[in-house]
T-cell receptor, first 111, second 122 residues
Framework: RKEVEQDPGPFNVPEGATVAFNCTYS??????FFWYRQDCRKEPKLLMS???SGNEDGRFTAQLNRASQYISLLIRDSKLSDSATYLC????????????FGAGTRLFVKA | DVKVTQSSRYLVKRTGEKVFLECVQD?????MFWYRQDPGLGLRLIYF???????EKGDIPEGYSVSREKKERFSLILESASTNQTSMYLC?????????????????????FGPGTRLTVL
């Protein structure tokens, strides 16, 4: 079983739609959680950190459920420019920190 | 803005050649990382470094070595390139927040990535 698992998609949605991605992680000692965005043929870039209390940045909302060991990302009012791969990222510390990237979920937003 | 640069965007090498991939960051970050990214597998950590002259193996170090002689530079070396090392190679850096006021060590901060090097081994 992979340490961080995501539905690879692709998710094909029309503009204006709401779309949600989930990510599960296997290590309960995981400490930090992030969503990164990667555009085609580009490097990953931080989209937002994920906190237990949840956090929102404009049209994006991230949630963490430690009990169930999953992280979610909600995108409201999708734009064409949201088309990208979204990477779930988990950091764990066991005498040396380790950051683990999920394989990513592809999103296509169509006009 | 943090800037992470990689020496080449595209590289074509032959089997058995020695390959050097260079990465430089300009934000005085302690941590530097080398990943490879392959379709369906995501990013896999090859090696990372917490400080100058320090290195740690990641998940897939076989066939690779690294060098960190200066804080800003982290090099990935393929001693004898093979076709299964054809991939996208991504370098990243991050700032360790270090001990908090309570004596806890905080996990590494956001990773900043370079533009990647697409290596093809023929």
């Amino acid at each position: 079983r992979k340490e961080v698992e995501q539905d690879p998609g692709p998710f094909n949605v029309p503009e204006g739609a709401t779309v949600a991605f989930n990510c599960t992680y296997s290590n309960s000692a995981s400490q930090s959680f992030f969503w990164y965005r990667q555009d085609c043929r580009k490097e990953p870039k931080l989209l937002m950190s994920v906190y237990s209390s949840g956090n929102e940045d404009g049209r994006f909302t991230a949630q963490l459920n430690r009990a169930s060991q999953y992280i979610s990302l909600l995108i409201r009012d999708s734009k064409l420019s949201d088309s990208a791969t979204y990477l779930c990222v988990v950091t764990k510390g066991t005498g040396g920190f380790k950051t683990i990237f999920g394989a990513g979920t592809r999103l296509f937003v169509k006009a | 803005d943090v800037k992470v640069t990689q020496s080449s965007r595209y590289l074509v090498k032959r089997t058995g050649e020695k390959v050097f991939l260079e990465c430089v960051q300009d934000m005085d970050h302690e941590n530097m990382f080398w990943y490879r990214q392959d379709p369906g597998l995501g990013l896999r950590l090859i090696y990372f470094s917490y400080d100058v002259k320090m290195k740690e193996k990641g998940d897939i170090p076989e066939g690779y070595s690294v060098s960190r002689e200066k804080k800003e530079r982290f090099s990935l070396i393929l001693e004898s390139a093979s076709t299964n090392q054809t991939s996208m190679y991504l370098c990243a850096s991050s700032l360790t927040e270090g001990p908090s006021d309570r004596g806890q060590t905080l996990p590494p901060d956001t990773q900043y990535f370079g533009p990647g090097t697409r290596l093809t081994v023929l």
